[in-house]
């Protein structure tokens, strides 16, 4: 004949016991955290993937950030494109990049002829000192990229 299997009743000093180490555990997860950092590989794939197997070409691009960023919480970006802004000949969108932050896509902006001007200035965070890509793609397929060094005081891991 089996045995009956009996219930395991727990005590009170077990179940404290147990619930104590599963919180020292997801404690101890959280004091370690890993945080992954993009690079110049991991930003030329993500430039790959918005413009496929184009080109890029120097010019047309202005990309304004500062040397040297006091906070890497808000840094001020802002970028131009000599565009007419036609019908014919202006500017589809413009993709920025970041070689160090957690993911290599910051945002991506898109125009038509209606926006007049292929003009943004807005805030990013960064990580910490690195390149920053701007990529414009134009209405008759080609595309003009630019990369900027930016180097972070504090924010961020600091730099």
Do not use: W
């Amino acid at each position: 004949m089996a045995d009956k299997l009996k219930p395991h009743t727990y005590e009170r000093r077990e179940v404290l016991a147990l619930a104590g180490t599963g919180v020292i555990a997801v404690a101890g997860i959280s004091l370690f955290p890993v945080t992954a950092s993009a690079d110049a590989a991991a930003v030329s794939k993500a430039v790959m993937k918005r413009i496929g197997d184009k080109s890029t070409k120097s010019g047309r691009i202005t990309l304004e950030l500062p040397q040297i960023a006091e906070n890497g919480n808000t840094v001020p970006i802002g970028f131009e494109v000599d565009s007419p802004m036609t019908d014919s000949d202006y500017v589809k969108a413009v993709h920025i990049f970041a070689e160090k932050n957690p993911s290599p896509e910051v945002a991506t902006f898109r125009f038509t002829p209606a926006n007049g001007k292929a003009k943004v200035s807005t805030r990013m965070r960064l990580l910490k000192s690195q390149n920053i890509v701007a990529v414009a793609e134009m209405s008759d397929g080609s595309v003009y990229m630019v990369k900027k060094a930016v180097k972070v005081t504090i924010g961020g891991c600091g730099g």
